[in-house]
């Protein structure tokens, strides 16, 4: 069952033979002010307009999982370098158009030959406005 993806490059999913699902979903929603110093008081604020939101998410991917991680992390960096704008949906909610800005990736676990069997994964996404 699909639970949400990034355009059709990177698709969250709980599966028999594939579990890739996000987890510490973090959503930032900020204001842009400018502060107009005045003399003899305190500062005023302009509201100047709303800034991009940005998300952000965790992912383990697990060989055990059915994840290949080569190809995985091959088309997560692919995502990253390659400036794609893709609707980005978590959940059944659409939070619209998106860049994935950051990767973050951590080797957590290894086969006895020092191959990566688990990466824990941090996803940096920001809101694109078309």
């Not at 510490?24 to 107009?36: I, L, T, W």
């Not at 091959?74 to 939070?95: H, P, Q, R, S, W």
Request: hydrophobic share 40%; proline share 4%; aromatic share 6%.
């Amino acid at each position: 069952m699909v639970i949400g993806s990034f355009g059709q490059h990177l698709v969250f999913e709980v599966h028999p033979d594939r579990v890739v699902t996000p987890g510490s979903v973090k959503r930032d929603m900020a204001a842009a002010y400018e502060e107009h110093k005045v003399l003899g008081a305190k500062p005023r604020l302009e509201f100047i307009a709303p800034e991009l939101n940005t998300m952000s998410c965790s992912v383990r991917l697990s060989a055990a999982l059915g994840v290949d991680l080569e190809e995985t992390m091959l088309d997560v960096e692919t995502l990253v370098a390659g400036g794609f704008v893709e609707k980005l949906i978590l959940g059944g909610v659409n939070y619209g158009h998106h860049v994935l800005t950051k990767a973050t990736e951590e080797w957590s676990k290894s086969d006895p030959k020092g191959k990566q069997i688990s990466i824990n994964l941090t996803l940096e996404f920001k809101e694109y406005l078309k």
